[in-house]
């Protein structure tokens, strides 16, 4: 493949940006958003390059665990980061429930302002991966609006409290 898919979803919030980066940058407000109708908690957070955000939702009996490396960070306008699937001991190792899932993940975020309005875009694309990784990232691409346009609903809700 000479192209690596791209998931993009772009979403409207009716915020500042400085709320809308407040949701994406603490850990309390993220663990409410990221991960809908999953418990999900956030072991570590260091939101610095180089620094990691240990990520576990769980999920009945067992959790899914990630760690990210932020790899950028601009306030308030952009955050990049790799995402990989961890074990326990928060090594990244292959997705256990899907072993030909992308090793890693690169992701942008990006926060736009317009008026009293702020404009996110997130991209998500395999990173330094297999012709089946890519495959399998591209099969499921379709899937992925609904998990983020879920989480991005209750940030709308954590919005308008932040507001309030």
Same mark, same amino acid.
């Given at each position: 493949?000479?192209?690596?898919?791209?998931?993009?979803?772009?979403?409207?919030?009716?915020?500042?940006?400085?709320?809308?980066?407040?949701?994406?940058?603490?850990?309390?407000?993220?663990?409410?958003?990221?991960?809908?109708?999953?418990?999900?908690?956030?072991?570590?957070?260091?939101?610095?390059?180089?620094?990691?955000?240990?990520?576990?939702?769980?999920?009945?009996?067992?959790?899914?665990?990630?760690?990210? %490396?932020?790899?950028?960070?601009?306030?308030?306008?952009?955050?990049?980061?790799?995402?990989?699937?961890?074990?326990?001991?928060?090594?990244?190792?292959?997705?256990?429930?899907?072993?030909?899932?992308?090793?890693?993940?690169?992701? %942008?975020?990006?926060?736009?302002?317009?008026?009293?309005?702020?404009?996110?875009?997130?991209?998500?694309?395999?990173?330094?991966?297999?012709? %089946?990784?890519?495959?399998?990232?591209?099969?499921?691409?379709?899937?992925?609006?609904?998990?983020?346009?879920?989480?991005? %609903?209750?940030?709308?809700?954590?919005?308008?409290?932040?507001?309030?």
């Amino acid at each position: 493949m000479s192209e690596l898919p791209e998931f993009v979803t772009d979403r409207e919030f009716d915020a500042p940006r400085g709320l809308v980066w407040q949701a994406w940058t603490d850990p309390e407000l993220l663990a409410r958003w990221y991960g809908p109708n999953i418990e999900t908690v956030i072991h570590k957070f260091d939101l610095t390059p180089g620094g990691v955000w240990l990520n576990e939702m769980k999920m009945k009996s067992m959790s899914d665990r990630s760690i990210m %490396t932020f790899k950028e960070i601009v306030p308030q306008e952009k955050l990049v980061w790799h995402h990989a699937s961890a074990d326990e001991n928060w090594n990244p190792i292959a997705n256990p429930m899907m072993p030909d899932w992308p090793r890693v993940l690169l992701t %942008t975020v990006t926060f736009v302002d317009e008026s009293e309005k702020t404009q996110v875009r997130l991209v998500w694309t395999p990173y330094e991966a297999t012709e %089946t990784e890519i495959a399998c990232f591209a099969g499921a691409m379709e899937g992925f609006g609904s998990g983020w346009g879920a989480g991005f %609903t209750i940030m709308d809700d954590i919005l308008k409290e932040l507001q309030a």
